[in-house]
């Protein structure tokens, strides 16, 4: 398997930057490039298992953001803000999320009108079923990459992020 190397990283990291701030961002770009193509394939491989277990990709989403956080429950409102939707397309991403007994709802807060979303021990075992299935063709897809892609993709994120290695 290919090593990252921090230095190696840190120094795309930066010429990516570097080229982000000229009139010739095709350095910066070409990272862009690299990190969407790999992040794209492998929610394709998830997204295309969701599908093939009967649930919407953006229901799943939903539900690895309720799993994810501290507690394993949120608001209709926090599953909207990080999912980047309406609360109202929340609010039906929910609804059929509970037909399918995978969350329960419960109304809660200091007015008794938000609404808080908790993932069942089906939403949990589907959850697992999914990323069971899905790890030998991501593992497959990402020993595929070379160091440098990976380097090259590791280091737009970082970019997005603000995150710098000390090299």
């Known amino acids: 398997m290919d090593a990252i190397n921090a230095k190696t990283l840190e120094q795309k990291r930066r010429k990516a930057l570097r080229s982000r701030n000229t009139e010739d961002k095709h350095v910066y770009f070409q990272g862009i490039a690299q990190a969407r193509y790999v992040l794209r ?3 394709r491989i998830v997204e295309e298992k969701a599908k093939e277990y009967g649930i ?4 799943h989403q939903a539900l690895i953001q309720i799993y994810g956080s501290p507690d394993m429950g949120l608001r209709v409102k ?4 990080r999912l980047d939707i309406s609360s109202a397309f929340a609010s039906t991403l929910i609804k059929d999320l509970v037909a399918k007994g995978y969350a329960s709802r419960t109304r809660g807060g200091a007015d008794g009108r938000a609404t808080r979303v908790a993932i069942s021990k089906a939403g949990i075992a589907l959850l697992h079923k ?3 299935d899905v790890t030998l063709n991501i593992d497959y897809f990402g020993h595929q990459l ?3 892609q990976k380097e090259q993709v ?3 994120l970082m970019t997005y992020v603000g995150i710098s290695i000390d090299a």
């Open 78 to 81: 926090e599953i909207a803000e």
């Open 56 to 59: 919407d990709p953006l229901a």
């Open 146 to 148: 070379t160091a440098s």
């Open 154 to 156: 590791l280091s737009i």
């Open 41 to 43: 394939r492998v929610f």
């Open 130 to 132: 999914i990323d069971s």
